[in-house]
Nanobody, 124 residues
Framework: QVQLVESGGGLVQAGGSLRLSCAAS????????MGWFRQAPGKEREFVFA????????YVANSVKGRFTISRDNAKNTVYLQMNSLKPEDTAVYYC?????????????????WGQGTQVTVSS
């Protein structure tokens, strides 16, 4: 069973950047598809980005396409979310998730393991 811990959230002005990290432990990191999701106040949790086990394939939500990128370092058991050109509507708690499968998923139910989340607040 894998444990996930996110970090890197904070308060940033619109147009700024943040990089989130998610450190994994307790499992073979390279065996998991990794995903990022977010949940804004009063809204449902939504998919942001996913990356295949090798890092060779990524899947992105239209709302962040061209502004966010995902990467992973299997040697460090860590997945990253680089967020550029941030907007106030990106304000949310961002969650890292792991999926024991070779196929990425954009569905919340496709991920069995979740971190505790990290708050990202973008001021206008």
């Amino acid at each position: 069973q894998v444990q996930l811990v996110e970090s890197g959230g904070g308060l940033v002005q619109a147009g700024g950047s943040l990089r989130l990290s998610c450190a994994a432990s307790g499992g073979t990191f390279s065996s998991y598809v990794m995903g990022w999701f977010r949940q804004a106040p009063g809204k449902e949790r939504e998919f942001v980005f996913a990356i295949s086990r090798s890092g060779g394939s990524t899947y992105v939500a239209n709302s962040v396409k061209g502004r966010f990128t995902i990467s992973r370092d299997n040697a460090k058991n860590t997945v990253y979310l680089q967020m550029n050109s941030l907007k106030p509507e990106d304000t949310a708690v961002y969650y890292c998730a792991a999926r024991w499968s070779r196929d990425p998923s954009m569905e919340i139910g496709g991920y069995a393991y979740w971190g505790q989340g990290t708050q990202v607040t973008v001021s206008s």
